[in-house]
Nanobody, 124 residues
Framework: QVQLVESGGGLVQAGGSLRLSCAASGRSPNKYAVGWFRQAPGKEREFVAAISETGSITDSADSVKGRFTISRDSAKNTVFLQMNSLKPDDTAIYYC?????????????????WGQGTQVTVSS
């Protein structure tokens, strides 16, 4: 079992930055790949970015490439999502999720463990 807690969300103006954190605890949290997903009101949950267990493989959605960066600090059992040049379309609840994948995945079912989410609101 792995427990995940997101933090770092908030209200920011378009063009601004936020850094989300996903703190993991429980059984061997650093042996899991971690993905970030987001869900806006009335929309389906969508993939944002993912990082492998070792941090050597990362993936990100085309909509955030060049703006968002995923990284992990294994010593702190934490995965970060640095979000720059934020747009109103980035407004959503952001969730981190963990799964024993071996690489990265864009599919939510690959991640059995989920955090409670953190709200990101970007004003125009």
């Amino acid at each position: 079992q792995v427990q995940l807690v997101e933090s770092g969300g908030g209200l920011v103006q378009a063009g601004g930055s936020l850094r989300l954190s996903c703190a993991a605890s429980g059984r061997s949290p650093n042996k899991y790949a971690v993905g970030w997903f987001r869900q806006a009101p009335g929309k389906e949950r969508e993939f944002v970015a993912a990082i492998s267990e070792t941090g050597s493989i990362t993936d990100s959605a085309d909509s955030v490439k060049g703006r968002f960066t995923i990284s992990r600090d294994s010593a702190k059992n934490t995965v970060f999502l640095q979000m720059n040049s934020l747009k109103p379309d980035d407004t959503a609840i952001y969730y981190c999720a963990a799964g024993w994948i071996g690489t990265t995945s864009r599919r939510p079912p690959e991640y059995p463990y989920w955090g409670q989410g953190t709200q990101v609101t970007v004003s125009s």
